[in-house]
């Protein structure tokens, strides 16, 4: 039986790889921070008492508007270089952890696993390369097959309050107006449920080293703040520049998918259809 530790199998993407990964025959651990403290706990000591065959390590901080600078991004650099190499120690033999497209550098259009440069802008970004970086070169010596997801936009009905598109459904249900960006700026959306999906795809195979976790389509931010908006009520509710965009923000960004394909990956969600569906299922609730 293969058997996966899933770290923060209780967030916005942790919680969609579990059916994912059930559905490809893993028996899933998902621990709480009660059960699991990666930043105060001996992650040695979880795994003698529940030894895993492989490891999708998704825990980080990413509390809307301030993961990008917070100090914590350094104390999940340590944590997570402690988690994957007792996960080694232990008998691990796979392990994918969740990067980011913040990455790279995003003076280039297109961002390539194997041509575009990490040069990332941020905390969090540099974070998550330097760990990146760490990792897989720690992987043979540790006899660890190592995969690391590079998240794009993720989207769906349980994202947190202070995000892009929680902010416009919510508001424009209450009648509210929502400041938003100029929109002009383009972007890789992708429905949460087909990200956990996608990493679930990735665990089960043998594909190593930066995959980009992202549909392989880009879209006008303003195209998809119009649709939620209409799917939520009064898109006249929109105050169109009222919201600041970061100063290192790049116009576009385009993700290279052809090694996410590789791994058999097959979305579900076309964009119209996922937006349909998050602004259902949110006002809802």
């Not at 790889?17 to 893993?26: E, S």
């Not at 993961?67 to 007792?86: E, I, Q």
């Not at 349980?158 to 009648?175: K, N, T």
Request: proline content about 6%.
């Amino acid at each position: 039986m293969k058997r996966v530790l899933v770290t923060g199998g209780g967030g916005f993407i942790g919680r969609e790889t579990l059916g994912p990964l059930r559905a490809l025959g893993f028996e899933v651990d998902a621990p709480g921070r009660a059960e699991l403290d990666l930043l105060n706990g001996d992650p040695a000591a979880w795994f003698a008492a529940h030894p895993a065959s492989h490891l999708l390590h998704l825990a980080w901080d990413a509390t809307p508007g301030k993961f990008w600078t917070a100090p914590s991004n350094l104390d999940w650099v340590a944590a997570s270089l402690r988690l994957v190499r007792a996960f080694a120690v232990s008998g691990g033999t796979r392990a994918v952890v969740a990067g980011s497209c913040a990455e790279y550098d995003w003076g280039h259009a297109t961002l390539d696993e194997t041509r575009t440069p990490l040069r990332p802008a941020t905390l969090y970004g540099t974070a998550k390369a330097n760990l990146f970086e760490l990792l897989d070169k720690a992987a043979p010596g540790l006899d660890l097959s190592f995969a690391w997801g590079r998240v794009f936009f993720p989207y769906g009905p349980d994202e947190a309050a202070g995000r892009l598109l929680p902010d416009v459904i919510d508001g424009i249900a209450q009648g509210r107006r929502v400041a938003v960006s100029d929109g002009t700026q383009s972007r890789d959306f992708m429905h949460v449920e087909d990200v956990g999906a996608a990493f679930a795809t990735l665990l089960a195979g043998d594909v190593t080293g930066a995959v980009n976790i992202a549909s392989g389509t880009t879209t006008p931010v303003r195209e998809v703040i119009l649709t939620a908006a209409a799917h939520a009520g009064d898109a006249s509710l929109l105050d169109w520049g009222a919201r600041a965009r970061q100063a290192s923000e790049p116009q576009y960004m385009a993700a290279a998918t052809a090694r996410l394909h590789a791994t058999g990956f097959v979305p579900r969600w076309p964009l119209a259809d996922g937006l349909a569906d998050t602004v259902a299922r949110r006002l809802a609730r």
